[in-house]
């Protein structure tokens, strides 16, 4: 060989960076796809949830699903009326043994009224003197907030009877004879739960401290029951029954009510808890399936794991059926 041949200059090996970022960007890649295929797959999820319309949203992404988010609810303060001031100040004068915060919205906006009649904090220190029970952990943080002790919380799923169940077993330290208790009320009223306490023989004072309405642009709404009546969504999430309540109202103006139901019905349906679902069901629809905790991130992560299987089972339900 002559000594002066020349080679050919190899190519550079690739170096640790460039490999490092292969790594990344492949596992980034699988995990991206395993969350797309392990989750809702593509589907199409439509919630009508308004407070937490961003939060929820991102979730569905995050799970694979392509979101419409349709806020249908808006939280509307009452003046504050007879009724509340009238607990307030029969608070303050240890007239109410027991007393039932329902919402965490609810109970702040009690709270800030309180201290608007007793600046020196006079409601708060006469609450600590009552036996408190918060429905959940929303209106138990706002308690925690204004530093109100609560004597008893209601467990999953947090409706109304889980309220009286926790009552119920402190009979012994608090007996509904003749008890006086005042009700926060969760944006409309809970005529279970007083007739159920006033069986009991308890003197009950509900107190609406605030209301649900429609939002003021309707047209998210209006377009999403139109989806579901053409068949345009897969999924449909329910946080609560005042949901279907004002989706409903949409449907009728837009005299689609029939349709509106039929196209929930073929779509699956996840409800949060056993409240909405009642609601569902009385209106027709079929639940599809509840969580096995009533948060919005158990609702959508179970709803995007089994959406594939149940959207199977209700498009060919005779190849589920069971077998003879």
Request: proline share 7%; glycine share 8%.
């Amino acid at each position: 060989m002559a000594l002066n041949e020349t080679f050919p200059t190899p190519l550079p090996s690739p170096g640790a960076a460039q490999t490092r970022l292969g790594i990344g960007c492949a596992i980034l890649l699988f995990s991206w796809w395993e969350v797309f295929v392990s989750g809702f797959n593509g589907l199409r999820v439509l919630s009508f949830e308004s407070r937490r319309a961003k939060e929820i949203a991102q979730l569905i992404r995050s799970n694979g699903g392509i979101p419409t988010v349709a806020p249908s609810t808006r939280e509307v303060p009452e003046r504050a009326s007879d009724d509340e001031l009238q607990m307030i100040r029969e608070v303050v004068a240890g007239e109410y043994a027991v007393v039932v915060f329902m919402t965490g919205v609810g109970a702040k906006a009690l709270l800030e009224v309180g201290r608007t009649i007793y600046p020196a904090g006079e409601f708060e220190t006469a609450l600590a003197r009552t036996k408190i029970i918060v429905r959940g952990p929303k209106p138990a943080a706002v308690l925690r907030e204004f530093k109100v002790p609560f004597a008893l919380t209601a467990p999953e799923p947090n409706t109304w009877r889980e309220v009286v169940q926790v009552l119920d077993q402190n009979q012994d330290s608090q007996s509904m004879q003749g008890c006086r208790i005042a009700v926060q009320e969760h944006g409309e009223p809970s005529p279970e739960l007083y007739e159920v306490l006033r069986t009991r023989g308890a003197e009950v004072f509900p107190v609406r401290v605030y209301r649900w309405e429609l939002p003021e642009d309707i047209g998210p709404l209006q377009e999403a029951v139109r989806k579901v009546c053409s068949g345009d969504v897969d999924v449909v999430l329910f946080t609560s029954s005042v949901q279907l309540t004002h989706a409903m109202r949409i449907a009728e103006d837009l005299r689609l009510a029939k349709q509106f139901i039929a196209g929930l019905n073929r779509a699956v349906v996840a409800s949060i808890g056993p409240v909405a679902s009642a609601a569902l069901r009385s209106a027709g629809i079929a639940v599809d399936l509840e969580p096995s905790h009533p948060r919005m991130g158990f609702l959508v992560k179970e709803a995007a794991e089994q959406s594939g299987h149940l959207q199977q089972v209700k498009s060919f339900p005779d190849n589920h059926a069971p077998k003879d």
